[in-house]
Every structure is written in C-alpha cells, then in structure tokens.
C-alpha cells in the first residue's frame, strides 16, 4: 500500500482533550487548529473593531444594510459584529430570515442555500440568525482548520501541516472565513471531500461534495479532484496499478464512482429549486449580469493586469497631490486596489505551479478549474474584484507555500506580513470598505 511522506499512525494510547478520548493525530490537529484559530480571530476582532472606532463608517454605504438586519443590536453590539458582518452578509441574512421570495429580478438567486439554511436553524436556537451565522462560521473554521491539518500531514509530513494551518488562518482575507459569508462553510466541506477521498472514504466524499455544490457556485469544481483521486490517486484504501503510461487510470473505475454523482445532485436540486421558485432553472447564472458579471474565458487576467498597468501609470504620471478620500473612493484607493487585486492573482498563479510541480495532481487540478471559473467571470468596473475571497478557501496554495516557506526558514516572516495584511484588510471590511 502507498505511504505518503506524511505521518504514520502513532501506536501509543490515545490521549484525552477536554473530556472526549482522541487519537494522538486528531489531538495534535485539535490543538493546532484551536491555536490557529483563536489567535487569528482574536487579530480578526481588535483589527475589525479598532477600524470602526478610529476611522468610522465609510460614507454613503447606509444602504447597503438592507433592513438593518446586520446592525441590529445596541450600539456597542453592532460593534462587536461588525468584523463579520458587512456587505453580502446582509444578503445571506435576507435569505435566512425570507428566503428565497420577493427577491427583485431573482438576484437572490446568486446565493446558493446550504448557509442560509444553517443560519433560519441556528437562529431559532440562538434567537439571533446574524449571531448564529457568526457562530457557524467559527465552528466551521475551527473544523476545517482540523481536517486541513490531518489532510496537509499526510501529503506534506506533521511540521508542514502546522504552517499550512497557520497560514490559512492569518492569510490576508482570512477575515471572511469566520464573517457571515460561505467561505468558512465551503472551506470544511471541500477540505472534508478531498480528506475522505484521500483516505478512500468515498461515500463521505460525495456527501461532502454535494452539500459544497449546495454552497457556492464553484461548489461542484469539488467534483474534478474527487474523480483525479479516484483515478489516479494516491488513495489510503487499496493499492494502486503500475502504470502503463502516464495518462491511463492507476486504480479501476468501480462503483464506488457512483458516490461521487452526489456532487453534481448538489447543483441539481438547487436548479430545480429556482425552476418552482423563479420558474428560470438556470436563474443563479443568469442572474450574474445584474451584478456586473460577465462571461469571459480568462477576462479577469487580461482586464486585471490592463487595470493595474493602467492605474500605476497614472499614479507614477500624476501632477500634483494625490486624492485620497475620506470614503475610500480617490484615486490613490482606486489604483491600490487595483494594484492589490493584481498581486493577489500574480501569487495565485506563481502558487498554482508549485502545487502543480510538489503536490499530487487532483489538488493542481483542483485549483487550476476553480481559477479558470473565477477569472472567466470578471466584473465590469474592476475585473479582479472579490479575487483574495475566493481565492482564501483555495487552500492547496497555501499547502504549497507552507512547503515552501519552511524549507526556507521564512515562515514567521511570511506568517506576520499575512498578519499585518490582514489586519488592515479586516478594519476596511468593518468599516464598510470594498475589500473583496
């Protein structure tokens, strides 16, 4: 059977954390991921909240808060959700409380169900659906940063697996995992699919993979890295076929594939749903116009990096003082942003063929659709907008930059710009600043 540079499975007793017994594994994960965690949120926070009190709200965005569903505390209880809630969380936080009804030219149709779901049911129990929401995302992180550790030890060895951690949680737009957005969510139920695939655990594998198709629009893209593991490997549940040539499955196509159908069922239910409700199966893409997408093979790269070549030529030719405005809005903010955006792509890129060349191929595969999709759909005014959101729960960059980092003795230093970056973009977010 293939072993993996990874950890072996220890054979000492298991080892008791706060009450439930644990493997040694799953305890050292546990720990890892709790440490992660809370020392990320708790930057997340003091940054969120130190950026309101000293830089107020950004003007204008008063209507961005439909219904005042997330500012609907006291004064100082608005400020303690206001690093989680902003922007599209009052979109989730519509659905969870209407659903999908009275939804103006269907645009809530953009937004897949599985969250909000969660959020209607945590909200009965908690009696707040923007607390539970909160609350969900920090269970969901705090799982994913679990499974992404036990998955990052068996392809990368126990010390990389720790860095990997890390660096998802302090990574620059780490802030939206734990906001009322589906990243968090996505994050556990993608790492959850390819971690149960990895080990040949294939009906949790599409379980997994279904419900990510019930998240988010690029959910079924789990589908090309279950089907490559499925394939090719490496699998943890029977050994694998010499290879005759290098494009030829190692393992045989068995029933055990038919799990992983439950993926696309995801999307299918969703699509049936939106035929009843909008009497328009296909609404969720045809919506995608009304807020400023568009199709366009690979737009986002070329659009991106014309914005960025553009805006640091106005910066460097300018006459006179630079406008930076109040609210966010000059020049300089504009050209940062675009700047911003393209570094964002230029380390995804530079990532991806590293995953490509160190990791196995399902997780290159992986990445490389899920850009594709994301750069093909690019926005008018700013073709790379939302780029560091998607690209957060993308989480074999990050694998591979782990790799990378610790080979080179450069982990606290790429761990602490992430800090800072994060730190910065998490107060603009709170303050009702376009991040991404």
Known sequence: METSAGIQRSRSPAVVVDGPRLGPDTALAVREAWSALWTSRLLVWAAGILGVIWFGRVPGTEGLDYGGLSSSFSPFGNLLVAPAARWDSAWYLLLARDGYAHSPDHMKAAFYPLYPLLMHAGGWIVGSQLVAGILISLACLLAALVLLYRLAAIELGAAHARSTVLLVAFSPAAFFLSAVYTEGLFLLLSVGAILAARQGRWAWAGIAGGLAALTRNSGIVVLVPLLVLFLYGPRGD??????????????????????????????????????????????????????????????????????????????????GPLSFTRGGTGPFYIAGQSLMLFGFLVFALVALVGVLRRLPLAYGAYVACALVLTLSSPVAMQPLASL?????????????????CDERGRLERTVGISAVLLGIMTAQFARWGFVA
Not at 272 to 297: G, I
Not at 394 to 401: T, Y
């Open 388 to 404: 560091p959101r998607y690209i957060v729960v993308l989480f074999p960059l990050q694998m591979w930059l782990a790799q990378w």
């Open 238 to 319: 029977r050994p694998a076929a010499a290879p005759r040539s290098w494009w030829r499955p190692r393992y045989a196509l068995t029933r055990q594939a038919l799990w992983l159908v439950l993926v696309p069922t995801g999307l299918v239910l969703f699509l049936a749903y939106c035929a009843v409700e909008f009497h328009d199966a296909l609404a969720p893409f045809h919506v995608q116009h009304l807020w400023f997408r568009h199709t366009e093979l690979l737009g986002g790269v070329t659009g991106g990096a014309s914005a960025a070549w553009n805006e640091l030529r106005e910066l460097v030719t300018a006459k």
